[in-house]
């Protein structure tokens, strides 16, 4: 059992851990930097610890300030959230070299899955569903027209050290796939220090949906259902929903029974996200997240559960004594991203928060370390709160979530609330009829 657990985070995610430990009877310590010191989180944890200036890299990034922050304090464990440290093996290893449990999966699942061309070939191994492409890194120009000879296009080239959706490109029948390649190499060197590179078929009109697992790390893998997040700006998630619209739940249950054996498999532990592409009936794994996710909420809110908590009690070394055949899911749910930015521009806007008045009533979780006369730092993600929502089916959870989003009072900034009251009104998101590139074709439209 945990006494104390550091939360090397901030924001939302950093309430929400500490809200689970309060739950839990468990101490909790805040790290902040100085643009923070009056922050909810600090507010909240029992105690806390300046770890330096606003520049992330110099505070939430700064791992020797971290783990002095828990050895002063006594934190026994360290909570990464999502974001910052969360999924930087090296990180994991430090904590626990220093002899404070990482509340996360063993470091080297984290490398394994950070390496793009390595996740590929892990997930390919364990069974999972991919996309054809290259075995790993690609070398000269033989090879890759051997590899879309047998493919064809359109092809997409990604650099085999790349992330955050940077560093891609399509390739269409008849473009100059030589040049694309050169140009795409010499951009992946300059963006990640290296210029390696492998490619896959490009699928037009994918949906983005992932699975949820949770693993024990020794006999036992559940799945938690998927989540739909294929309303996304460059890449970005926007808006998530499970269940999923019109995919059959056998077929879910499929994928998250192989999901899971893989993770079992693997000897995985704690929370995970295994991300797949969804076009005309089937799945592609495109990436798995190693830590909690933003969206993890709409999970909890329809299976009862809370990840957190489950997250935390993995670490102490509990076994899940659950079967896959009780973890049942009920209703509907879905979450909006609000996040401090103009709705037209997407140019984020920090500053003071004057006046704060979030919705309530049936249905409705939020999630956010907003509060009257906060002030914004502009050094930070621009997610400012998520509001879930949640009813017996989608169509109720729809009308709950207008008149929410209408309810919300967050004066004195920009937010994208507008933008979001325009997405689930459109004809296309209440009948599900989007993919991942839809958002981008229609906004402002
Ligand atoms: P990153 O690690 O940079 O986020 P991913 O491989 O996860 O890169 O891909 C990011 C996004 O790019 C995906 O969520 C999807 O929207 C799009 N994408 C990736 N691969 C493909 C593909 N083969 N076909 C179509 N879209 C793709």
């Known amino acids: 059992m945990f006494n104390k657990i550091l939360i090397a985070n901030r924001g939302e995610i950093a309430l929400r851990i500490i809200r689970t430990c309060q739950e839990m009877g468990i101490e909790t310590v805040a790290i902040h930097s100085t643009s923070d010191e009056s922050a909810m989180h600090v507010r909240l944890a029992n105690q806390s610890v300046c770890i330096g200036p606003p520049s992330p890299i110099k505070s939430y990034l700064n791992i020797p300030a971290i783990i002095s922050a828990a050895e002063i304090t006594g934190a026994e464990a360290i909570h990464p959230g999502y974001g910052f440290l969360s999924e930087n093996y090296n990180f994991a290893a430090i904590t626990k070299e220093h002899g404070i449990e990482f509340i996360g999966p063993e470091s080297e699942h984290i490398r394994m899955m950070g390496n793009k061309v390595e996740a590929k070939k892990t997930a390919k191994d364990l069974g999972l569903p991919i996309l054809p492409g290259s075995e790993g890194k690609v070398g000269g120009t033989a ?9 064809g296009f359109p092809i997409i080239i990604k650099a085999a050290s790349g992330g955050g959706g940077r560093g891609m490109k399509v390739v269409n029948e008849g473009d100059d796939l030589h040049s694309i390649i050169s140009i795409a ?3 992946a060197k300059s963006f990640f220090g290296d210029e390696s590179l492998y490619i896959e078929k490009f699928l037009p009109k994918p949906r983005h949906i992932e699975i949820q697992i949770l693993s024990d790390g020794k006999d036992n893998s559940l ?3 998927e989540r739909d997040c ?7 998630k926007v808006i998530e929903e499970t269940p999923a619209m019109g ?7 499929e994928l998250g029974e192989k999901s899971s054996k893989a993770m079992k498999k693997l000897g995985y532990k704690g929370v995970g996200t295994i991300e ?3 076009e005309n009936g089937k799945f592609y794994f495109i990436e798995m997240n190693t830590r909690i996710q933003v969206e993890h909420t709409i999970t909890e809110e329809t299976y009862g559960v809370d990840l957190i908590r489950e997250q935390i009690l993995i670490a102490m070394g509990q076994k899940l004594n659950k079967k896959q055949s009780n973890v049942l899911q009920s209703g509907h749910s879905i979450q909006c991203r609000i996040l401090a930015e103009d709705p037209k521009t997407f140019i984020p806007c920090a500053g003071l928060v004057e006046n704060y008045h979030p919705p309530g ?6 999630d956010s370390a907003l509060y009257n006369n906060y002030f914004i730092p502009p050094n930070y993600d621009s997610l400012i709160s998520k509001l879930i929502v949640s009813a017996s089916n989608r169509n109720d959870c729809l009308n709950i979530l207008n008149r929410a989003l209408e309810e919300y009072v967050i004066s004195g900034i920009k937010t994208n609330i507008p933008l979001l009251i325009d997405i689930i009104n459109r004809k296309e998101f209440i009948n599900g009829d989007y ?7 229609n906004l402002n439209g």
């Open 143 to 151: 090879q890759i027209e051997k590899i879309v000879g047998e493919i």
């Open 185 to 187: 190499a010499r951009e």
């Open 223 to 225: 799945f938690f259902g």
């Open 230 to 236: 294929s309303i996304q700006r460059r890449h970005q």
């Open 247 to 253: 995919i059959s739940r056998d077929k879910i249950n």
């Open 276 to 278: 797949y592409l969804y």
């Open 361 to 366: 009533g049936h249905g409705i979780r939020i």
């Open 435 to 441: 993919d991942i590139n839809w958002l981008e074709k």
